[in-house]
């Protein structure tokens, strides 16, 4: 069993430049920057400056799947069993649940008792941890075909017979059909970056129904994407064509220029292709420079070019939300 620490430091060490920016128990900026560097009479306490944020364990399986190994111990292709996540302790518990005179409202055994029978586990002293799902594996055998290189599979048959057929793009390594059970076919179109850029979902061989990628272009020049940035509901169905749906990367376009931050759009149909005239919905993300979405607007009727969704968000340098918009109607 593995066990990992997540830490954080909140300890301020004694600066200079300090000792006259102080107004009202603040530190002012202004004073800060004209003080004459006189050192900041503090001591340091010496307690530690990191606390624990969370805490994980895991237990892992044998090489032959019959039961988990001991604490500590490992085996070649050894794959996860369990996790457990430190929930609290019993002091904590303690000194929390308490009535309004102080009291404790659960005495320590009883406490135990009742973390028990809601599935928590105390794996160490007076510590309380709460388990995840467990991994089980069955004897069932799942067969896989591959090509004539030995390199991708283009075959898959599961424990109950279901066949599974992939066609690969050798340029990519990557498959771009799927053929299910069922013989309904699925296909996509992948740019020169290996980026599922369009996406067709037809039915049998033979069977006239679905979208189809004839026509369209995984690659988009310079000139139509700014026409698309320009007018997305005029050259929508143009670059569509009769995909079903589209994926449109503009990462480095506004590199140079820095007009724009990165953005991402998706065209969907909303009815196959074959099934007659569909309305298209247009949506753009924009991203930030750690690759995390920070607004987006969805077109909110086709036959009102100018009217648009927006929604937008914000999140923490560890990637929590800490702010998020209501939809917005705006006009363009």
């Known amino acids: 069993m593995q066990t990992g620490y997540m830490v954080s430091s909140s300890h301020v060490s004694p600066g200079r430049c300090l000792e006259g920016a102080i107004t009202d128990s603040r530190y002012d900026f202004e004073e800060l920057a004209a003080n004459d560097c006189k050192s900041l009479n503090q001591k340091d306490t010496g307690r530690s400056s990191l606390k624990i944020e969370r805490c994980t364990r895991g237990g892992t399986l044998g090489r032959y799947l019959d039961g988990p190994l001991p604490k500590g111990k490992l ?59 467990r991994n089980l594996f069955g004897d069932d055998n799942l067969r896989q075909k591959r090509d004539r290189f030995g390199l991708l599979i283009i075959e898959n048959v599961d424990a109950m017979g279901n066949k599974t057929m992939f066609g690969n793009d050798y340029a990519r390594l ?84 820095k007009v724009s931050p990165a953005f991402q759009a998706e065209l969907v149909r909303d009815t196959h292709y074959k099934d007659g005239p569909a309305q298209i919905s247009i949506s753009l993300t924009y991203f930030s420079g750690n690759d995390r979405a920070t607004q987006g607007v969805r077109l909110s009727k086709e036959d009102q070019a100018n009217e648009w969704q927006l929604y937008s968000a914000l999140a923490s340098d560890k990637g929590h939300a800490v702010k998020e918009s209501a939809i917005l109607q705006a006009n363009t």
């Open 75 to 133: 085996q070649q292709f050894s794959v996860q069993w369990q996790s457990y996540q430190l929930f609290a302790t019993t002091k904590l518990l303690v000194a929390v649940l308490t009535d309004p005179s102080g009291g404790a409202l659960l005495p320590p055994v009883t406490l135990a008792q009742e973390l028990g029978k809601r599935g928590h586990v105390e794996l160490g002293p007076d510590e309380w941890w709460a388990p995840s799902t």
């Open 174 to 257: 990557r498959p771009t059909l799927i053929t299910d059970a069922n013989g309904n076919r699925a296909q996509t179109a992948l740019n020169p970056l290996g980026r599922r850029v369009g996406v067709a979902v037809m039915g049998k061989k033979g069977e006239p129904v679905g979208d189809s990628l004839d026509k369209f272009s995984a690659d988009l020049t310079e000139d139509q994407l700014q026409q698309f940035f320009g007018n997305q509901l005029g050259t929508a169905e143009e670059l569509l064509q009769y995909a079903g749906r589209q994926t449109i990367y503009g990462s480095g376009w506004f590199g140079q220029e």
